[in-house]
């Protein structure tokens, strides 16, 4: 697919993460351009625009996407609609904490929604098979914790499901009184459970800079809204040993991956640990429960 061109001249960045960054048109405010790093290819950021365009024609609530672009510096991603007062559930929450237990229903109704699709699975990738190559392939994880993963990984139902693939309460957004999801170029189909991965790790985990800067919530509230989450989707099975265990190792496996990850986002994980030595930090971050030595 040919990628249209932009002039950077004509748009003003407003934010970015450990991807890319995001922009607005300085005279249509209908339209946001989002461009990658250069360290996401063309044909990752191909892939990207198509699935969004499919998760969009599904009908799931979500900003059109119009155009896969380039600024022509070997930086892809695409123009999309821009939803006009949006304001993200996570933002909501750290401005109106009363509001979370309401909001992390609704998250619960809309994934729920989402998870009794069923997904295209010529289209869109296996979440569950992915990350089970990913960690695989990974030298930086050790033999034993790669066999630990990915007995966890093969644990899992083998569905096709649609799965929003970063789930997270800054990727569920409303404007107007309508509700939509956004970010959803890790789209793909698997066991619900994995949509649950990023909450489980970063409630358990993650530093209070990272989770203030990414999500607007401090562990604590994280590890609410989490909860509430998941009180809300599961009902009474939420709480019982077995599904909890199920959890960790879902919290395991999102750790698994984000040392996969640590090249291209580590920018965005660990700035705030001055002092530290990485390995030290690093370990902080992935927690106890996979140790690193490399």
């Not at 991807?19 to 892939?47: C, P, Q, R, W």
């Not at 998941?230 to 939420?238: D, I, N």
Request: include cysteine; glycine fraction near 8%; hydrophobic fraction near 40%.
């Amino acid at each position: 697919m040919d990628a249209s061109r932009v002039n950077l001249q004509d748009w003003v960045s407003f934010g970015g993460g450990g991807f890319g960054e995001s922009f607005y048109h300085k005279t249509d405010d209908s339209v946001i351009l989002k461009l990658n790093k250069t360290s996401i290819s063309k044909e990752k950021a191909e892939e990207e625009f198509l699935r969004t365009k499919a998760v969009y024609d599904m009908g799931i609530p979500s900003a059109q996407p119009y155009e896969f672009v380039t600024d022509g510096e070997d930086r892809y991603g695409m123009i999309v609609q821009r939803i006009v007062g949006k304001e993200s559930f996570g933002k909501i929450i750290s401005e109106h904490p009363e509001r979370l237990d309401e909001l992390a229903g609704i998250t619960a109704d809309y994934a729920k929604a989402l998870h009794a699709l069923p997904c295209n699975t010529d289209l869109f990738e296996n979440k569950a098979l992915r990350a089970r190559e990913m960690i695989a392939a990974s030298p930086l994880i050790p033999d034993d914790i790669k066999a630990r993963l990915i007995g966890y990984i093969d644990q899992l139902e083998p569905v096709t499901t649609c799965l929003h693939g970063d789930l997270n309460p800054c990727n569920i957004i409303t404007a107007q009184g309508k509700v939509y999801w956004i970010d959803l170029g890790g789209f793909g189909y698997g066991d619900p459970l994995l949509d649950f991965s990023i909450l489980s790790h970063m409630s358990g985990y993650a530093l209070n800079p990272l989770l203030l800067r990414l999500f607007h919530m401090d562990r604590k509230m994280m590890t609410r809204f989490y909860q509430s989450m998941g009180r809300q989707y599961f009902g009474s099975v939420w709480d019982t040993p077995e599904h909890q265990e199920k959890m960790h190792r879902i919290a395991q496996i999102m750790a698994g991956k984000a040392i996969c990850y640590w090249p291209q986002s580590h920018h965005v994980n660990l700035p705030y640990l001055k002092g530290q030595k990485f390995l030290t930090a690093f370990n902080i971050f992935i927690g106890d429960h996979l140790k690193l030595n490399f």
